[in-house]
């Protein structure tokens, strides 16, 4: 298949694997931004052919783990409601909120319904006016532009029982976080290749100047992570710190214009919780005011929820990169992706499933 069996040859990664040894002379931690590239990392097991003064941190790119407990909650209010169909991408289904979770609401008689497309949601509000409609627009930068043209096109149309639950979260404000914590370890990035398909990769310069250090554009196959790493570990060897584009095939420069401007007329960006981090200034994105009647939480006056997180869960450390999920005491014992306590065990990008999925060794 082109465009993927040479990205996957081994051969060629083996020689990456080769040249990243070459190279390196210190220890160097690489963070990959997203949980996409987690699982490639671990499925190919590409972090056991890298040398040991390398390791890999997995950081906090997954959507379905980063969405804050109380947008969960708020979630499974709406869905309880007997007039509402509420709609969602199946991987937030399984996530526990506080006392349940979205696919025991449906169990239960709730209107939840799966859906892989933001704009099927609009054709069930045309095609059931008696009932309220909502989507729970959950992602990074790669999701946005569907979720905004599905607000854009209800208000072209008019369609008043159209509304979705927000918790989007941008990629660049997150590496920043991590940067500026006491608590960082991170020499590089690897920066995840969809999301600057989206938006391009201009608003990294400015970080790696700042911080000092080196943004790889990075894709997903085991070829292009290693050689994701090998341009990183090559600039860290030469003391520089520069944005470099590893995904050409695919990314360029400037982005999507069309999908970045959907977006810019539609939202606007705004503090957003991470789920086991924390606020973070300026990291998602909300409704414009123009757009503000679909917005669920202002439409249903969904007062703000404050909930704890499961102690045991070890989710948030595991999202910055401070720990790895086979150092949380409950991995593989009482959390399982059949019984999970934590996001990052239920989505399919989460670093705790890919360690379960893959690592047999490590399961209990
Ligand atoms: S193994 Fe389960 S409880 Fe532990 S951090 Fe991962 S999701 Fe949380």
Known sequence: MKYLDEYREADAVMKYAAMIKKITTKPWNI???CGGQTHSIVKFGIDELLPKEITLIHGPGCPVCVTPLEQIDKAIELASNKN????SFGDMLRVPGSKKDLLSVKAEGGGVR???SPIDALKIAKENPDKEVIFFAVGFETTAPANAMAVYQAKQQGIKNFSILISHVLVPPAI???LSSPN???NGFLAAGHVCTIMGYEEYYPIAEKYHVPIVVT???PVDILNGIYICIKQLEEGRAEVENQYSRVVDKAGNLHAQNIIKEVFKIRNRKWRGI???SQSGLGLNDNYSEYDAEIKFNLNDIIVDEPSECISGLILQGIRKPFECEVFGKI?????PLGATMVSSEGACAAYYKYRNKMKV
Do not use: D, K, S
Request: charged letters at 20%; aromatic letters at 12%.
């Open 31 to 33: 963070m990959e931004v």
């Open 114 to 116: 799966i859906l892989y």
């Open 184 to 186: 960082n370890r991170v």
């Open 278 to 280: 924390g606020e973070i």
């Open 84 to 87: 509402v169909v509420f709609c």
């Open 219 to 221: 894709g997903f196959e």
């Open 176 to 178: 920043e976080a991590i």
């Open 335 to 339: 959390c399982t992706p059949e019984h």
